[in-house]
T-cell receptor, first 109, second 115 residues
Framework: SQQGEEDPQALSIQEGENATMNCSYK?????LQWYRQNSGRGLVHLIL?????REKHSGRLRVTLDTSKKSSSLLITASRAADTASYFC?????????FGAGTRLTVKP | EAGVAQSPRYKIIEKRQSVAFWCNPI?????LYWYQQILGQGPKLLIQ????????DSQLPKDRFSAERLKGVDSTLKIQPAKLEDSAVYLC?????????????FGSGTRLTVV
């Protein structure tokens, strides 16, 4: 069974705009990770945030984590057409890593 | 560094046939995972190996799926006999540690179509 739930399921924006995706989960976690998947390809690790961290940045990516609400958000700033992909959150609880169903992001040029 | 290698990239079989997938993880990665990703869903863990031992296979349909990781390096996942609902992408991933302070590295996957 899947642990995380991403919201929205699909998001369409114009190039240059910011994209925000949310993830909610149910159990306690060691860390939460975000992955990107281009159509027909494997998943690419984007960023990892530990349970004792609240915010993390990597290039145009900003991730927040609120363990009291069991939620995380991924912000992509100044989006590009190449950011078009599906984005998945994954939660790690001891040895158990569970993925959500993903947000399908489309960035129009 | 070389990524996670998987083969074949695509496979089409008829139901009740058998099929096998192969994965070669990143050198030095002790932990290896097989995930099943059905179209429109997130990946679901099938089995996790630490070196050549099974850590978690609770979601592996053991009546038809089997996996092994001989010598703690390469791994094979087998389905016998296949059902229509097994149509999915089978992803292999590896990581340095069981409790991941690092992200997983995924292969490109094998897309299986059962007809």
């Amino acid at each position: 069974s899947q642990q995380g739930e991403e919201d929205p399921q699909a998001l369409s924006i114009q190039e240059g705009e910011n994209a925000t995706m949310n993830c909610s989960y149910k159990t306690s976690i060691n860390n939460l990770q975000w992955y990107r998947q281009n159509s027909g390809r494997g998943l690419v690790h984007l960023i990892l945030i530990r349970s004792n961290e609240r915010e993390k940045h990597s290039g145009r990516l900003r991730v927040t984590l609120d363990t009291s609400k069991k939620s995380s958000s991924l912000l992509i700033t100044a989006s590009r057409a190449a950011d078009t992909a599906s984005y998945f959150c994954a939660t790690l609880n001891n040895n158990d890593m569970r993925f959500g169903a993903g947000t399908r992001l489309t960035v129009k040029p | 560094e070389a990524g996670v290698a998987q083969s074949p990239r695509y496979k089409i079989i008829e139901k009740r046939q058998s099929v096998a997938f192969w994965c070669n993880p990143i050198s030095g990665h002790a932990t290896l995972y097989w995930y099943q990703q059905i179209l429109g869903q997130g990946p679901k863990l099938l089995i996790q190996f630490q070196n050549n031992g099974v850590v978690d296979d609770s979601q592996l349909p053991k009546d038809r799926f089997s996996a092994e990781r001989l010598k703690g390096v390469d791994s094979t996942l087998k389905i016998q006999p296949a059902k229509l609902e097994d149509s999915a992408v089978y992803l292999c991933a590896s990581s340095l540690w069981t409790i991941a302070n690092y992200g997983y590295t995924f292969g490109s996957g094998t897309r299986l179509t059962v007809v």
